[in-house]
């Protein structure tokens, strides 16, 4: 089945991706997504540099985000954490 996926499901599509829970045909789909898609290369790109940051930040939990982090990924990290 070839669909093409919208950039809301591969945002949501995302968090399991990352975590490396994405497989075979869903991962593929949203590789094919990526591929063609800059909107969704930068907030990937955004994202795992907020990781980045996050993990330099354990250190001190009480540690606001860094300032070079997007409020965009920001608000949508607090969104999803929240509805979970
Ligand atoms: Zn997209």
């Not at 919208?6 to 593929?28: H, M, P």
């Not at 795992?48 to 982090?69: I, W």
Request: net charge negative; with cysteine.
């Amino acid at each position: 089945m070839i669909r093409n996926l919208t950039c809301g499901e591969f945002v949501e599509f995302l968090w399991r991706y990352i975590e490396g829970d994405a497989e075979g045909d869903e991962a593929r789909e949203f590789e094919r997504h990526l591929a063609a898609c800059p909107t969704c290369v930068s907030y990937v790109n955004g994202y795992r540099q907020t990781m980045k940051l996050g993990k330099m930040a354990f250190e001190n939990l009480e540690a606001p985000v860094p300032e070079e982090v997007p409020e965009g990924v920001v608000r949508g990290i607090l969104a999803a954490i929240r509805k979970g």
